[in-house]
């Protein structure tokens, strides 16, 4: 086929009405063509506010329809793989969000879906096709700061509506796979590898009983990466690289604005003491277009999709070994 890839969306998400529709809706290579909900008012509020061109009354109805090429998945943490499963066996293919999944095992199960079905599943880590990512990945593996050595990254914002679905620990709520995710998956990308052993410690909420405070480190061969996420402190992000002979620091990491640049700081390893000191600014775009017309690229050349689940397991190994570790109070191997 050619021309822009028609997209479904399941549910009426906030990120999907807020972010990722608007986004994707400026591609050059998407077209989001159906909404759906089970509330099919609300699917057709959703779509006369989008400008989406069809509204259905279930998901079942969206994934029925043969014009809907792929399937963007929003819906809670724990519908993730039970609806990414379904959308590939009526053979569409899948972008999910992330946490993909709730476990290891989940994940292997939609790669067995997959790999049956041979549709393309990937998982929605908008921050791996960012401008701003790609040149700070060349930056620490060019030899700008020496040898990457370290990463330090603090997540963080407060909610304490209990209605939230980031507050129901058998939907996957809990700040570890919601914004801890985003650290993992950049610190394995960063440092190009896996972590042989992590640790890590949670603090739960006594009434929600998610995890509200979690922190983590992952340890490499040459390398540590730390951090810490919250979703009941202050609304903070920020991601520090540490070279041997410099820095790079993220200003804005995950959350990129698409109305201005954003800003990487690239200092060498006198910076305290009057070194040199360089801002690269980032020219304004929005990562949620450039990630659906990366995904939908890959499927109009059948090649690889951004985030593969091949990565979405090894994002979900460290996540389990981290929820054991805070349990045993020990490293643990993911």
């Known amino acids: 086929m050619s021309g822009k890839v028609k997209w479904g969306v399941l549910g009426v998400a906030s ?28 699917a057709k509020r959703a779509a006369t506010e989008l400008g989406i061109q ?11 329809d043969p014009q809907i090429e792929a399937v963007y998945n929003p819906l809670p943490n724990h519908l993730h793989v039970p609806w990414s499963v379904r959308s590939a066996q009526a053979g569409k293919h899948v972008l999910c969000e992330k946490p993909l999944a709730l476990n290891v095992g ?30 700070v990945k060349e930056l620490a593996q060019g030899g700008t700061i020496g040898q990457l050595k370290s990463i330090t990254t603090v997540f963080s914002y407060c909610n304490r509506d209990p209605h939230n679905v980031r507050h129901k620990p058998e939907w996957g709520g809990g700040g570890l796979l919601d914004i801890g995710s985003y650290p993992i998956t950049l610190s394995r ?9 992590v640790t890590g410690a949670l603090e739960l909420d006594p009434e929600f009983q998610t995890d509200r405070l979690a922190s983590g480190i992952l340890e490499f061969s040459n390398g540590q990466s730390v951090f810490a996420c919250g979703t009941q402190t202050n ?8 070279g041997t002979t410099g820095r790079l620091a993220v200003e804005i990491p995950f959350n990129a604005p698409n109305d201005r640049p954003t800003q990487v700081t690239v200092a060498d390893g006198m910076a305290i003491y009057g070194g040199q000191v360089r801002v ?8 949620y277009t450039i990630q659906g017309d990366a995904f939908s690229r890959a499927i109009r050349e059948d090649r690889e999709v951004p985030v593969p689940l091949e990565d979405a397991l090894g994002n979900m190994k460290v996540i389990d070994a981290i929820f054991r570790a805070a349990k045993s109070g020990t490293w643990e191997k993911p």
Request: aromatic share 10%.
């Open 15 to 42: 990120i999907a009405a807020r972010k990722v529709i608007p986004g994707m809706q400026k591609g050059q290579w998407s077209e989001v063509t159906g909404i759906a909900s089970r509330d099919r008012e609300k």
């Open 54 to 64: 069809k509204a259905y009354g279930s998901y079942e109805e969206l994934l029925a």
């Open 106 to 135: 989940e994940t292997l199960e939609l790669m067995r879906v997959r790999d049956r079905s041979g549709v393309k599943i990937g998982e929605a880590f908008m921050v791996k096709t960012h401008p701003q990512w790609l040149r």
């Open 189 to 197: 990308w960063l440092f190009n590898e896996e972590p042989w052993r």
């Open 235 to 242: 609304y903070y992000q920020r991601m520090e690289l540490l």
């Open 280 to 287: 690269e600014e980032i020219p304004t775009c929005d990562q």
